[in-house]
């Protein structure tokens, strides 16, 4: 089975600095990988997706992942970060021929003056 | 526009009682899926509809039930409320394929509360 582990639960930074969200998955065959944000009072929108090809994946609102098959990993990183991307993050994976997309529990991301 | 709506917003009942919520997408999507999320944020998936046929349904107690009138609609139907139901429900959708490689599109969730 499938499983997703994001290691922080809380992160919080000061405005300008660098982040990186942590994500390790668990699956013994090729996956799909996700990051979403949630928004406060807001559903989940997709801020990247890893499907094959360059291991660096570019997103939306500054964010990128890097995808390490030898490590398990799919960390979101941001060079510098603003108060609007204050926020919940979820990591997901869905390993080829489920139809079913596991989420960690979230890291609450939140951003300081 | 919206592309998945979901009504109510809000929902506070009492134990017991019947309710159901209302999902609907304009995007054109073949898949729609139920999430249930927690008090502490986790997110899990509770039924996927594809092309009004159901495709995954996790363990979720038989008092929940959805329906899917059309592929534009998943509506969720809870018998017998319990406090442990007091949870934030998502819908979402996304193009045929499923969740494998698709995107999931959210609607902005429903609070549910019972008391």
């Known amino acids: 089975a499938q499983s997703v582990t994001q290691l922080d639960s809380q992160v919080p930074v000061f405005e300008e600095a660098p982040v990186e969200l942590r994500c390790n998955y668990s699956?013994?065959?090729?996956?799909?990988l996700f990051w979403y944000v949630q928004y406060p009072n807001q559903g989940l929108q997709l801020l990247l997706k890893?499907?094959?090809?360059?291991?660096l994946v570019k997103g939306i609102n500054g964010f990128e992942a890097e995808f390490n098959k030898s490590q398990t990993s799919f960390h979101l990183r941001k060079p510098s970060v603003h108060i609007s991307d204050t926020a919940e993050y979820f990591c997901?994976?869905?390993?080829?021929?489920?139809?079913?997309?596991?989420f960690g529990k979230g890291t609450k991301l939140t951003v300081n003056p | 526009d919206t592309a998945v709506s979901q009504t109510p917003k809000y929902l506070v009942t009492q134990m017991g009682n019947d309710k159901s919520i209302k999902c609907e997408q304009n995007?054109?999507?073949?898949?729609m899926y139920w999430y249930k999320q927690d008090s502490k944020k986790f997110l899990k998936i509770m039924f996927s509809?594809?092309?009004?046929?159901?495709?995954i349904n996790e363990t979720v107690p038989n008092r929940f039930s959805p329906k899917s009138p059309d592929k534009a609609h998943l509506n969720l139907h809870i018998n017998s409320l319990e406090l442990g139901d007091s949870a934030v429900y998502f819908c979402?959708?996304?193009?045929?394929?499923?969740?494998?490689?698709?995107?999931?599109?959210f609607g902005p969730g429903t609070r549910l509360l019972v008391l």
């Open positions: 699956s013994s065959v090729s996956v799909y």
């Open positions: 995007l054109g999507h073949d898949t």
């Open positions: 509809y594809n092309n009004k046929e159901l495709i």
């Open positions: 997901a994976v869905n390993q080829g021929g489920s139809e079913k997309l596991v």
């Open positions: 979402a959708s996304s193009r045929s394929g499923g969740a494998r490689q698709e995107t999931q599109y």
């Open positions: 890893y499907l094959s090809g360059s291991t």
